[in-house]
């Protein structure tokens, strides 16, 4: 803008400016960038992206969430697309790669209907319009889960999870992430922080176990103390269980030999005191949240006491919702009211490590399940299947809803929205169309990472469609048949917030027509003698100042 000649500036030089359809272009191009890493590891025979931190460390995973969280994308746009993922990861704890592969779909035919002159906010209409109807017509296609609800559960966390870990186990997964759920879930709501997941590296998959009851880090301080106890008595003890420092410094004068052991037999007494009330409680198994006195750990472990220190303050709370019992912080009000109960405590040591089983705790509100694997690798692969599948069968347990997968309902919304457009006047109606064609991606990118023809199979689900809604692809055979039969279904979460997300992160994107990006400014040069390593102390360099 000039005027007289002179150009008025009302922008920060030193900021780079970006405009109209060069700025939508690029934030489109960042979308789909981002859509394209993770499109071949979608479906059942997606590909797995590996992943080398600084360190060297190496994570092979095909899980969308966690590629994208590692990647530390940088641009704006395309942050955008990865909270859709962190979205899912969080709300529903699966369909991230889908809900990136919709949203880049969006942008990508929003690019070409704008090439071809329809306005960016007639698009954003037409999405809004078609994200309402999807939604709708995902609820209308779902079922619910009905009196065979386990065995529903159990094919949603298949589902979820195939691709993520080797066939041969994701039964024994699935089986284990929903008997884990439902041990916990109250009134219809689990709550997944009482699932404590525990590695244990250098065993077989197949020894994956869950376990109702809670597994810590610890053992008993004696390693010659038995391994096993059959129905524990359970003492939690939230205290030090030593002798009592004073909170300033005293001095204790001793002139002769007796006197030393007089201060020793009452110190003893005071420890044995401690123990004996234990003891009288009636508990059997001691876990100390504080430290404890080898006098006294020795005491009870000599009685057939169990005992062990310095537990976490979150395994003590564990303990206790899966015990039954009650953390007391004065020992003399222990009694048996405050014990809690198990029907096994097992150790599995090797010297002074390993792992302590508290097994078949009734009613218990904690439980736990141990992931056994020959490698770091293959362990941090089954616990990334494991977390998806407890989220998902979460999902299930608290909306009791699923719908149709192996792309079903994505084809089926597709063909309802299409017909839908028709009754839209004006431009919108492409946008619509343009959303049905976004869903209509997920299944043909299930099928094209399968080595199946995807003109075939999309042409071969929607004429079965005609017959069967719940018509899906069978990556196997790349026949189209209903997935309900073949036990392949989802979450109606996943479906809803992933449509929801995924609009919503394409029409900001579509929102965006000026880009203002500052420059990264770098340190100012300092001169070596006023550096912080240049001085002996921590003093300031004295200065000659006259007055």
């Not at 190496?58 to 590692?70: F, V």
């Not at 065993?203 to 391994?227: Q, R, S, W, Y």
Request: with cysteine; net charge negative; glycine share 8%.
């Amino acid at each position: 803008m000039e005027k007289g000649g002179q150009p008025i500036i009302i922008i920060d030089p030193r900021k780079e400016e970006t405009k109209g359809k060069e700025a939508l272009s690029m934030n489109i191009a960042a979308a789909k960038a981002v859509a394209s890493i993770v499109k071949s590891t979608l479906g059942p025979r997606g590909m797995d992206k590996m992943l080398v931190n600084p360190i060297g460390d190496i994570t092979i995973t095909n899980d969308g969430a966690t590629i994208l969280h590692d990647m530390s994308i940088e641009h704006p746009a395309a942050k955008m697309v990865v909270e859709v993922a962190q979205s899912l990861e969080n709300s529903a704890g699966d369909g991230t790669t889908s809900a990136v592969v919709f949203t880049g779909t969006l942008l990508e035919k929003a690019e070409n209907l704008i090439d071809s002159g329809v306005h960016p906010t007639v698009i954003i209409k037409g999405y809004r319009l078609a994200a309402d109807k999807a939604v709708e017509l995902f609820e209308n296609l779902a079922v619910s889960t009905g009196e065979d609800e386990k065995k529903m559960l159990i094919e949603v966390a298949r589902t979820s999870i195939t691709g993520k870990a080797s066939e041969k186990y994701n039964r024994l997964i699935a089986e284990l992430c929903v008997d884990a759920v439902l041990a916990i879930s109250e009134r219809g709501i689990a709550d997944l922080k009482n699932i404590i997941i525990t590695n244990d590296i250098g065993g077989k998959i197949e020894d994956t176990e869950f376990v109702e009851g809670i597994v810590i880090d610890k053992v008993a301080l004696d390693k010659e103390f038995p391994l096993r106890i059959q129905n524990p008595n359970i003492a939690l003890i939230d205290t030090p269980m030593e002798v009592a420092k004073t909170a300033n410094k005293a001095k204790l004068q001793i002139t002769t030999v007796g006197e030393i052991e007089s201060f020793v037999k009452q110190e003893e007494a005071a420890l044995f005191e401690m123990a004996d009330y234990i003891i009288r409680a009636g508990a059997n198994a001691v876990f100390c949240s504080k430290g404890m006195d080898d006098k006294i750990a020795a005491y009870l472990q000599s009685r057939g006491i169990y005992a062990t220190r310095r537990v976490k303050s979150e395994d003590m709370q564990h303990l206790a919702d899966a015990t039954g019992g009650r953390p007391v912080r004065n020992i003399r009000e222990l009694t048996d009211k405050e014990l809690g109960h198990a029907g096994l405590l097992e150790q599995d040591r090797d010297g002074d490590q390993g792992k302590t089983y508290l097994r078949d705790c009734k009613g218990a509100k904690s439980v736990s399940i141990v992931i056994r694997g020959g490698t770091e690798h293959v362990v941090d692969n089954v616990e990334r299947a494991i977390d998806d599948a407890l989220k998902v069968v979460k999902c299930v347990v608290e909306d009791g809803k699923v719908v149709a997968g192996g792309g079903a309902s994505e084809i089926e919304v597709a063909l309802e929205l299409r017909s839908y457009a028709s009754s839209i006047g004006g431009r919108e109606q492409m946008a619509i169309r343009a959303f049905a064609d976004a869903l209509d991606e997920i299944p043909r990118t299930i099928a094209r990472n399968g080595g199946l023809d995807t003109i075939n199979s999309i042409v071969n689900l929607r004429a079965k469609h005609a017959e069967n809604k719940n018509a899906g692809l069978n990556i196997n055979t790349g026949a189209a048949e209903d997935m309900f039969e073949k036990g392949i279904v989802d979450p109606l979460r996943v479906k809803v917030n992933s449509i929801k997300a995924g609009s919503e992160a394409a029409v900001m994107v579509l929102r965006v027509d000026d880009i203002l990006r500052a420059q990264s400014s770098s340190m100012p040069d300092v001169k070596p003698e006023h550096m912080a390593s240049t001085y002996d102390g921590m003093s300031a360099p004295q200065l000659n100042m006259r007055r």
